[in-house]
């Protein structure tokens, strides 16, 4: 038996399968990632995104912050390997998908049971009186954006400085401690505390399968079987198979 057919069967028979993923997987929906070729990095200062940068200079933020992330994600569409995720949970093969990526793309698929471990571009907090909007629901042609109260509005997803959203973590924690199977999908494994997931299902004797087309942190250590390839590659191949 190949190693893809013995992952296959694993899915299949997963009684807790988790998903687990990062920047990779949406490359293919056009979004750039943060790191590495290409990254985000590479063209822009991540100093906008930190906490105390953008509490003292949120004009400056939101305006760098507009050419980052809400010009081309919030347009992005969901691809084969967001939909196949959707159509494991939807089989009860997959309980649900701890991700690293604030593109809201796994809900857009039908994932249900998403957490999002650094938070989304899809809502926004008044930072002075804490009042909650939806992206839709708002101005971005303000620089910066303002609560009725006359507040900056912050993203919801996790700045340089700030902590992980408290349930994301908990519930992240959970699911990596029951799972059976976790299936690692685009990430390099580098971003702490959430590189720590895969490693806690491990502990708790889940199976690892990774699927990236390089190496990651993970690969020889704590990796069952690792397919090096494409996320849509992969979850294509499975679809056949499912």
């Known amino acids: 038996m190949s190693d893809f057919q013995e992952t296959v069967k694993l899915i299949k028979n997963a009684s807790y399968g988790v998903v687990f993923t990062g920047a990779g997987i949406s490359v293919e929906s056009g979004i750039a990632p943060f790191t590495g070729a290409g990254g985000l990095w590479n063209q822009y200062d991540p100093k906008y995104i930190e906490i105390n940068f953008f509490m003292t200079n949120p004009q400056e933020s939101w305006r760098e912050m507009k050419k980052i992330f809400f010009n081309d994600m919030h347009d992005a569409t969901p691809n084969k390997a967001h939909e196949i995720v959707a159509e494991l949970e939807k089989r009860?093969?997959?309980?649900?998908?701890?991700?690293?990526?604030?593109?809201?793309?796994?809900?857009?698929?039908?994932?249900?049971?998403?957490?999002?471990?650094?938070?989304?571009?899809?809502?926004?907090?008044?930072?002075?009186?804490?009042?909650?909007?939806?992206?839709?629901?708002?101005?971005?042609?303000?620089?910066p954006p303002c609560c009725n109260c006359g507040g900056v509005l912050k993203p919801n997803f996790v700045f340089y400085g700030e902590g992980i959203p408290p349930a994301a973590?908990?519930?992240?924690?959970?699911?990596?401690?029951?799972?059976?199977?976790?299936?690692?999908?685009?990430?390099?494994?580098?971003?702490?505390?959430?590189?720590?997931?895969?490693?806690?299902?491990?502990?708790?004797?889940?199976?690892?399968?990774?699927?990236n087309p390089q190496p990651s942190s993970f690969t020889n250590s704590i990796t069952d079987y690792y397919f090096p390839q494409k996320a849509t590659e992969f979850f294509a191949a499975l679809e056949k198979e499912l």
């Not at 990596?176 to 971003?191: H, K, P």
């Open 169 to 211: 973590y908990q519930n992240s924690l959970e699911m990596a401690q029951n799972c059976d199977v976790m299936l690692v999908v685009g990430t390099a494994g580098q971003v702490m505390p959430a590189c720590g997931m895969p490693m806690v299902a491990k502990e708790f004797g889940a199976k690892i399968i990774e699927v």
């Open 92 to 143: 009860g093969n997959v309980k649900g998908v701890i991700t690293q990526n604030i593109d809201g793309l796994h809900q857009k698929a039908g994932s249900k049971n998403v957490q999002e471990f650094h938070g989304t571009i899809y809502t926004l907090s008044c930072v002075r009186c804490g009042k909650q909007y939806n992206l839709t629901d708002i101005d971005l042609s303000q620089d």
